[in-house]
């Protein structure tokens, strides 16, 4: 096997996305070989790597796939120290680790990615990836013009100026409305910041797709392995967007 950076290889492991291994790397909780790992040291399969404290063993190259149907209550990580309940909880007996492509925040549901590919993880975290993710808010009481040309509109949310989003009507009663948008970019709570920005109150928030790939008849806490249509779309589309610059 040809040397790699140790980001790569413990992302490709499953073990933690780029970012956390370098995380790690800096706080000085990896060694190889007995000795403190440096940033974008090259690594193989003969190398003796312990990350924060657990020896690495790749069990195999296999790559895995799935989609989750989070329900609410649960937080996007594989462990909290708040002892809260989380997806890894659901996707404990697929005997390898994954790790979610994205968040979803406890109070809302939906669709999540999980894999153990971390190069595809983070061409599809790169902030130049155009694949639109698509929600069904629910808000309390009717929906106004005025508060749709709010919600559609560049608003600025903790100092930065999102895009513009795509949001339509599509459901009505008597004491709520519908909405659904499209997003291509995801804020830190975004969807509920822009309802506050137009005084409307969510009630519940479902991620129904990304991109193409859509939650369909899945049931909450409930996951299946993407087919491998899916896993190619979305790895299509990734390198053709993190090969785009930034502005």
């Given amino acids: 096997m040809e040397k790699v950076r140790i980001q790569k290889y413990l992302s490709d492991a499953g073990i933690a996305s780029r970012r956390a291994v370098e995380a790690a790397v800096a706080e000085g909780k990896v060694t190889v070989n007995g000795h403190p790992c440096e940033t974008g040291q090259k690594v193989d399969?003969?190398?003796?790597?312990?990350?924060?404290?657990?020896?690495?063993?790749?069990?195999?190259?296999?790559?895995?796939?799935?989609?989750?149907?989070?329900?609410?209550?649960?937080?996007?990580?594989?462990?909290?120290?708040?002892?809260?309940?989380c997806t890894a909880d659901l996707t404990a007996d697929l005997g390898e680790r994954v790790y979610p492509v994205?968040?979803?925040?406890?109070?809302?549901?939906?669709?999540?990615?999980?894999?153990?590919?971390?190069?595809?993880?983070?061409?599809?975290m790169h902030p130049s990836h155009e694949i639109p993710k698509i929600y069904n808010v629910r808000v309390h009481g009717a929906v106004t013009e005025e508060q749709l040309s709010i919600l559609r509109s560049p608003l600025e949310i903790d100092g930065y100026t999102i895009k513009p989003v795509n949001v339509e009507i599509i459901g009505q009663t008597e004491v709520s409305t519908l909405l659904r948008f499209r997003l291509y970019e995801g804020r830190n709570r975004q969807i509920r910041k822009m309802c506050e920005a137009a005084d409307l109150t969510v009630s519940r928030l479902t991620r129904v797709a990304i991109g193409d790939i859509a939650i369909g008849d899945l049931k909450p806490g409930k996951y299946k392995h993407l087919t491998p249509a899916q896993v190619d779309y979305l790895s299509n589309n990734a390198e053709k967007n993190t090969k785009k610059p930034l502005d």
């Fill in 45 to 85: 399969d003969n190398d003796v790597i312990v990350f924060r404290g657990k020896r690495v063993i790749k069990k195999n190259n296999k790559k895995i796939y799935i989609m989750l149907n989070k329900p609410r209550g649960y937080v996007t990580t594989n462990a909290d120290e708040n002892g809260r309940k």
């Fill in 102 to 124: 994205g968040r979803l925040d406890r109070d809302s549901e939906g669709l999540l990615i999980l894999t153990n590919d971390g190069e595809l993880a983070n061409k599809l």
